[in-house]
C-alpha cells in the first residue's frame, strides 16, 4: 500500500466512477442542511458585528469597531447568510418535497 504523499508523484489510473460510489449519502445531506441552516441563521442575524463586552475588553471604541465593520460587509456577510438559508432549506427538501426519484447510498 503506497502512501497519500506518493500517489501525488506516481498517481494511480484513472478509473470511471459508479453510479453506487457517487450516489448523495443521508448523513451527508443532513450535516449539509444543518451546517447552512445554523450558520446561515448566525450570519443573517448580525450578532457576529454586534459592539460587546468582547470589544470593550480590548479597547476598541464604537468608532473604530464600526470602521473595522463597514456597512458594505455587514450587508454582505448577511446576504450570504441568507444565502445558506437558502440553500439549507433546498438541500433538506430536495430528496423529500421535489425530487422524490432520488436514491440515496446505504448507511
Known sequence: MSSNITSLFNPP???DLTD?????CVPCQIMATAFSLGFGAF????RP???????KKKGVTVEEFAKLNPRW???SARALGGALILFGV?????????NKDKTYKAW
Open 20 to 24: 453506487a460510489e457517487t450516489k448523495d
Open 73 to 75: 460587509w455587514i450587508s
Open 13 to 15: 489510473p484513472q478509473r
Open 43 to 46: 450570519l443573517a442575524s448580525g
Open 90 to 98: 433546498y438541500r433538506g427538501s430536495e430528496g423529500l418535497l421535489w
Open 49 to 55: 458585528f454586534q459592539y460587546g463586552e468582547a470589544e
